[in-house]
Protein backbone atom coordinates (compact mmCIF):
# COMPACT_ATOMS: atom_id res chain seq x y z
CA UNK A 1 0.00 0.00 0.00
CA UNK A 2 2.98 2.42 0.85
CA UNK A 3 4.85 1.72 -2.74
CA UNK A 4 0.85 2.42 -4.29
CA UNK A 5 0.89 5.77 -2.81
CA UNK A 6 4.15 7.09 -3.38
CA UNK A 7 4.45 5.65 -6.89
CA UNK A 8 0.94 7.84 -7.02
CA UNK A 9 2.70 10.50 -5.53
CA UNK A 10 5.73 10.45 -8.19
CA UNK A 11 2.77 10.10 -10.73
CA UNK A 12 0.81 13.19 -9.74
CA UNK A 13 3.78 15.02 -9.60
CA UNK A 14 4.61 13.89 -13.67
CA UNK A 15 0.87 14.88 -14.12
CA UNK A 16 0.99 17.99 -12.68
CA UNK A 17 4.20 19.46 -14.26
CA UNK A 18 2.66 17.82 -17.82
CA UNK A 19 -0.17 20.00 -17.17
CA UNK A 20 0.79 23.32 -16.37
CA UNK A 21 2.86 23.43 -19.22
CA UNK A 22 0.83 22.26 -21.83
CA UNK A 23 -1.93 25.09 -20.35
CA UNK A 24 1.34 27.77 -19.95
CA UNK A 25 2.13 26.70 -23.60
CA UNK A 26 -1.85 27.21 -24.36
CA UNK A 27 -1.93 30.27 -22.65
CA UNK A 28 0.76 31.58 -24.09
CA UNK A 29 -0.39 31.02 -28.28
CA UNK A 30 -3.22 33.08 -27.48
CA UNK A 31 -3.90 36.15 -29.48
CA UNK A 32 -5.43 38.37 -26.56
CA UNK A 33 -2.84 39.91 -25.18
CA UNK A 34 -3.32 40.54 -21.13
CA UNK A 35 -1.40 43.88 -20.55
CA UNK A 36 -3.63 45.17 -23.12
CA UNK A 37 -6.55 44.10 -20.97
CA UNK A 38 -5.25 44.78 -17.70
CA UNK A 39 -4.23 48.90 -19.57
CA UNK A 40 -7.52 49.70 -21.64
CA UNK A 41 -8.36 50.08 -25.09
CA UNK A 42 -7.03 53.82 -24.33
CA UNK A 43 -3.32 53.24 -23.23
CA UNK A 44 -0.63 54.22 -25.10
CA UNK A 45 1.82 51.74 -26.76
CA UNK A 46 4.26 52.91 -23.97
CA UNK A 47 1.96 51.80 -20.92
CA UNK A 48 0.80 48.55 -22.55
CA UNK A 49 4.90 48.02 -22.63
CA UNK A 50 5.74 49.00 -19.32
CA UNK A 51 2.35 46.47 -17.92
CA UNK A 52 4.48 43.59 -19.84
CA UNK A 53 7.30 44.67 -18.44
CA UNK A 54 6.16 44.66 -15.07
CA UNK A 55 4.27 41.24 -15.53
CA UNK A 56 7.48 39.65 -16.95
CA UNK A 57 5.37 38.88 -19.92
CA UNK A 58 8.00 40.52 -22.41
CA UNK A 59 10.76 37.49 -21.34
CA UNK A 60 11.05 34.64 -23.58
CA UNK A 61 8.45 31.39 -23.02
CA UNK A 62 10.69 29.47 -21.07
CA UNK A 63 12.09 32.19 -18.77
CA UNK A 64 8.38 32.57 -18.02
CA UNK A 65 7.77 28.97 -17.53
CA UNK A 66 11.13 28.58 -15.33
CA UNK A 67 10.14 31.32 -12.65
CA UNK A 68 6.39 30.32 -12.61
CA UNK A 69 7.56 26.76 -11.80
CA UNK A 70 10.09 28.24 -9.57
CA UNK A 71 7.22 30.16 -7.21
CA UNK A 72 5.05 26.16 -7.90
CA UNK A 73 7.32 24.56 -5.51
CA UNK A 74 7.58 27.33 -2.69
CA UNK A 75 3.56 26.93 -3.12
CA UNK A 76 3.09 30.03 -4.66
CA UNK A 77 0.35 30.12 -7.66
CA UNK A 78 1.15 33.47 -9.06
CA UNK A 79 -0.72 37.24 -8.40
CA UNK A 80 -3.62 37.64 -10.27
CA UNK A 81 -3.15 40.11 -12.96
CA UNK A 82 -7.01 42.03 -12.75
CA UNK A 83 -7.10 41.46 -8.97
CA UNK A 84 -3.95 41.98 -7.84
CA UNK A 85 -4.12 39.28 -5.24
CA UNK A 86 -2.41 36.16 -4.72
CA UNK A 87 -4.03 33.42 -6.68
CA UNK A 88 -3.78 30.62 -3.87
CA UNK A 89 -5.81 33.10 -1.57
CA UNK A 90 -8.63 33.66 -4.18
CA UNK A 91 -8.74 29.75 -5.39
CA UNK A 92 -8.50 29.08 -1.00
CA UNK A 93 -11.60 31.85 -0.64
CA UNK A 94 -13.92 29.71 -3.42
CA UNK A 95 -13.08 26.43 -3.19
CA UNK A 96 -15.43 25.76 -0.23
CA UNK A 97 -18.55 26.85 -2.17
CA UNK A 98 -17.16 24.25 -4.71
CA UNK A 99 -16.74 21.81 -2.73
CA UNK A 100 -20.01 22.09 -1.10
CA UNK A 101 -21.78 21.83 -4.75
CA UNK A 102 -19.27 19.07 -6.03
CA UNK A 103 -20.53 17.45 -3.05
CA UNK A 104 -24.28 17.54 -3.68
CA UNK A 105 -24.08 16.69 -7.23
CA UNK A 106 -21.80 13.67 -6.57
CA UNK A 107 -24.97 12.54 -3.98
CA UNK A 108 -27.67 13.58 -6.76
CA UNK A 109 -26.25 12.06 -9.67
CA UNK A 110 -24.75 8.50 -7.92
CA UNK A 111 -28.51 8.09 -6.04
CA UNK A 112 -30.57 8.76 -8.96
CA UNK A 113 -28.35 6.56 -10.92
CA UNK A 114 -27.97 3.53 -8.78
CA UNK A 115 -31.98 3.65 -8.57
CA UNK A 116 -32.57 4.32 -11.91
CA UNK A 117 -29.84 1.33 -13.04
CA UNK A 118 -31.07 -1.20 -10.47
CA UNK A 119 -34.53 -0.80 -12.21
CA UNK A 120 -33.45 -0.62 -15.30
CA UNK A 121 -31.08 -4.38 -14.40
CA UNK A 122 -34.52 -5.81 -12.67
CA UNK A 123 -36.46 -5.11 -15.54
CA UNK A 124 -33.97 -5.57 -18.35
CA UNK A 125 -35.31 -5.71 -21.82
CA UNK A 126 -39.01 -4.59 -21.08
CA UNK A 127 -40.57 -0.75 -21.01
CA UNK A 128 -38.76 0.07 -18.51
CA UNK A 129 -35.37 -0.56 -19.21
CA UNK A 130 -35.84 1.46 -22.53
CA UNK A 131 -37.74 4.28 -20.91
CA UNK A 132 -34.68 4.44 -18.01
CA UNK A 133 -31.63 4.04 -20.76
CA UNK A 134 -33.75 6.69 -23.15
CA UNK A 135 -34.20 8.95 -20.57
CA UNK A 136 -29.99 8.38 -19.66
CA UNK A 137 -29.37 9.20 -23.03
CA UNK A 138 -30.60 12.68 -22.84
CA UNK A 139 -29.35 13.48 -19.51
CA UNK A 140 -25.91 12.72 -20.76
CA UNK A 141 -26.94 14.63 -24.25
CA UNK A 142 -28.35 17.57 -22.82
CA UNK A 143 -26.08 21.41 -22.41
CA UNK A 144 -25.54 22.48 -19.12
CA UNK A 145 -27.09 25.34 -19.21
CA UNK A 146 -30.30 24.42 -21.21
CA UNK A 147 -30.90 22.03 -18.02
CA UNK A 148 -29.93 25.26 -15.75
CA UNK A 149 -32.15 27.54 -17.27
CA UNK A 150 -35.08 25.04 -17.86
CA UNK A 151 -34.95 24.13 -13.77
CA UNK A 152 -34.59 27.88 -13.00
CA UNK A 153 -37.57 28.95 -15.08
CA UNK A 154 -39.97 25.54 -13.53
CA UNK A 155 -38.78 25.83 -9.82
CA UNK A 156 -37.76 29.24 -9.18
CA UNK A 157 -39.59 31.23 -11.68
CA UNK A 158 -43.07 29.68 -12.26
CA UNK A 159 -43.32 27.56 -8.41
CA UNK A 160 -40.69 30.02 -6.64
CA UNK A 161 -39.64 26.76 -4.59
CA UNK A 162 -36.12 27.98 -4.45
CA UNK A 163 -34.02 31.21 -4.94
CA UNK A 164 -32.70 32.39 -8.67
CA UNK A 165 -29.20 32.71 -7.47
CA UNK A 166 -27.27 32.97 -4.40
CA UNK A 167 -25.28 31.01 -1.87
CA UNK A 168 -25.35 30.12 2.26
CA UNK A 169 -28.71 27.87 2.64
CA UNK A 170 -29.88 24.45 1.31
CA UNK A 171 -32.80 26.36 -0.72
CA UNK A 172 -29.51 27.43 -2.75
CA UNK A 173 -27.94 24.16 -3.51
CA UNK A 174 -30.45 22.31 -4.77
CA UNK A 175 -31.31 23.70 -8.21
CA UNK A 176 -27.51 23.40 -9.23
CA UNK A 177 -26.51 20.06 -7.79
CA UNK A 178 -29.60 19.00 -9.11
CA UNK A 179 -28.74 20.12 -12.65
CA UNK A 180 -25.24 18.84 -12.10
CA UNK A 181 -26.83 15.24 -10.73
CA UNK A 182 -29.01 14.86 -13.62
CA UNK A 183 -26.78 15.45 -16.22
CA UNK A 184 -24.30 13.11 -14.60
CA UNK A 185 -26.45 10.30 -13.63
CA UNK A 186 -27.29 9.16 -16.85
CA UNK A 187 -23.81 7.56 -17.15
CA UNK A 188 -24.19 6.27 -13.85
CA UNK A 189 -27.73 4.61 -14.41
CA UNK A 190 -25.91 2.87 -17.82
CA UNK A 191 -22.81 2.27 -15.74
CA UNK A 192 -25.04 0.72 -12.66
CA UNK A 193 -27.60 -1.36 -15.42
CA UNK A 194 -24.32 -2.73 -16.91
CA UNK A 195 -22.97 -4.06 -14.00
CA UNK A 196 -25.60 -5.22 -12.03
CA UNK A 197 -26.90 -7.63 -15.32
CA UNK A 198 -23.55 -8.96 -15.78
CA UNK A 199 -23.46 -9.72 -11.21
CA UNK A 200 -26.97 -11.07 -11.67
CA UNK A 201 -26.55 -13.92 -14.10
CA UNK A 202 -23.08 -15.04 -11.33
CA UNK A 203 -23.27 -18.78 -9.96
CA UNK A 204 -23.62 -17.16 -6.03
CA UNK A 205 -26.91 -15.30 -7.10
CA UNK A 206 -28.50 -18.42 -8.86
CA UNK A 207 -27.31 -19.81 -5.31
CA UNK A 208 -29.37 -17.43 -3.33
CA UNK A 209 -32.21 -17.27 -5.10
CA UNK A 210 -32.40 -21.49 -4.75
CA UNK A 211 -32.20 -20.70 -1.11
CA UNK A 212 -35.34 -19.20 -1.12
CA UNK A 213 -33.67 -14.72 -0.34
CA UNK A 214 -36.42 -12.12 -1.38
CA UNK A 215 -35.58 -10.50 -4.50
CA UNK A 216 -34.73 -7.29 -2.23
CA UNK A 217 -31.71 -9.21 -0.48
CA UNK A 218 -30.10 -10.54 -3.32
CA UNK A 219 -30.23 -7.56 -5.21
CA UNK A 220 -28.99 -4.84 -2.15
CA UNK A 221 -26.77 -7.45 0.03
CA UNK A 222 -24.96 -9.70 -3.06
CA UNK A 223 -25.84 -8.52 -6.39
CA UNK A 224 -25.34 -4.04 -6.14
CA UNK A 225 -22.05 -4.38 -3.93
CA UNK A 226 -20.68 -6.37 -6.34
CA UNK A 227 -21.28 -3.80 -9.23
CA UNK A 228 -20.49 -0.43 -6.99
CA UNK A 229 -16.73 -1.25 -8.14
CA UNK A 230 -17.03 0.97 -11.41
CA UNK A 231 -18.92 3.78 -9.91
CA UNK A 232 -16.53 4.30 -7.54
CA UNK A 233 -13.74 4.72 -10.07
CA UNK A 234 -16.39 6.81 -11.89
CA UNK A 235 -16.82 8.98 -8.54
CA UNK A 236 -12.81 9.67 -8.08
CA UNK A 237 -13.01 10.90 -11.88
CA UNK A 238 -15.93 13.32 -11.05
CA UNK A 239 -14.29 15.06 -8.35
CA UNK A 240 -11.81 16.18 -10.45
CA UNK A 241 -14.47 17.16 -13.61
CA UNK A 242 -16.92 18.98 -11.20
CA UNK A 243 -13.99 20.85 -9.94
CA UNK A 244 -13.27 22.40 -13.44
CA UNK A 245 -16.27 21.63 -15.18
CA UNK A 246 -18.94 24.14 -12.94
CA UNK A 247 -18.30 26.70 -14.66
CA UNK A 248 -21.65 26.94 -16.80
CA UNK A 249 -24.03 26.16 -13.73
CA UNK A 250 -21.89 28.38 -11.16
CA UNK A 251 -22.46 31.10 -14.17
CA UNK A 252 -25.87 30.23 -13.98
CA UNK A 253 -26.82 30.50 -10.60
CA UNK A 254 -24.29 32.90 -9.39
CA UNK A 255 -22.78 30.35 -7.16
CA UNK A 256 -19.65 32.10 -6.02
CA UNK A 257 -16.87 29.07 -7.08
CA UNK A 258 -14.08 28.57 -8.43
CA UNK A 259 -15.84 27.34 -11.67
CA UNK A 260 -16.99 31.14 -11.48
CA UNK A 261 -13.46 32.30 -10.67
CA UNK A 262 -12.00 30.92 -13.68
CA UNK A 263 -14.91 32.38 -15.79
CA UNK A 264 -13.79 35.69 -14.53
CA UNK A 265 -10.22 35.16 -15.11
CA UNK A 266 -10.87 33.51 -18.90
CA UNK A 267 -12.62 37.03 -19.79
CA UNK A 268 -9.57 38.89 -18.47
CA UNK A 269 -6.71 36.67 -19.70
CA UNK A 270 -5.92 36.58 -16.33
CA UNK A 271 -3.03 33.72 -17.04
CA UNK A 272 -2.50 33.33 -13.54
CA UNK A 273 -5.83 32.37 -12.29
CA UNK A 274 -6.50 30.01 -15.34
CA UNK A 275 -3.18 28.64 -14.44
CA UNK A 276 -4.05 28.17 -10.48
CA UNK A 277 -7.70 26.53 -11.44
CA UNK A 278 -6.40 24.50 -13.85
CA UNK A 279 -3.76 22.97 -11.62
CA UNK A 280 -5.77 22.58 -8.65
CA UNK A 281 -8.52 20.68 -11.05
CA UNK A 282 -5.84 18.17 -12.01
CA UNK A 283 -4.71 18.00 -8.73
CA UNK A 284 -8.15 16.36 -7.67
CA UNK A 285 -8.30 13.99 -10.12
CA UNK A 286 -5.70 12.97 -9.33
CA UNK A 287 -6.28 12.46 -5.74
CA UNK A 288 -10.01 11.76 -6.60
CA UNK A 289 -8.19 8.13 -7.98
CA UNK A 290 -6.13 7.54 -5.63
CA UNK A 291 -8.77 7.60 -3.35
CA UNK A 292 -11.13 5.20 -5.33
CA UNK A 293 -7.86 2.98 -5.57
CA UNK A 294 -7.73 3.09 -1.91
CA UNK A 295 -11.15 2.04 -1.18
CA UNK A 296 -11.72 -0.07 -3.99
CA UNK A 297 -9.50 -3.08 -2.21
CA UNK A 298 -11.80 -2.20 0.90
CA UNK A 299 -14.87 -3.33 -1.17
CA UNK A 300 -13.94 -6.16 -3.09
CA UNK A 301 -11.47 -8.45 -0.93
CA UNK A 302 -10.29 -9.79 -4.63
CA UNK A 303 -8.39 -6.66 -5.25
CA UNK A 304 -6.80 -6.71 -1.95
CA UNK A 305 -5.73 -10.41 -3.16
CA UNK A 306 -4.19 -9.56 -5.73
Same mark, same amino acid.
Given at each position: MAFLIL?????????????AAITFLLLYALPADPARMIAGRSATAQTVANIRHELGLDQ??????????????????????????????????????????????????????????? *??????GGTVDRVVMMASFVGVSAPQ????????????????????????????????????????AGWYARMVRSAMIDVLNQDYVRTARAK??????? *????????????? *??????????FMSGVVVVEAVYGWPGIG?????????????????????????????????DLIAPLIDPRIRAR
Open positions: RRLIQTALILFGVPLLSQFWNYLKGLAEGNLGRSYAQKTDVGALIAARLPATLILMAAGIFVEVMLGLLLGV *IAAVRRFVAALLLLYVFAVTLAWFPMSGFGTFAHVVLPATTLGILGGLSSARI *IFRHALPNALLPI *IAMIGIDIGQQLAWQAIQQVDIPIIMGVTLVSALAIVLGNLVA
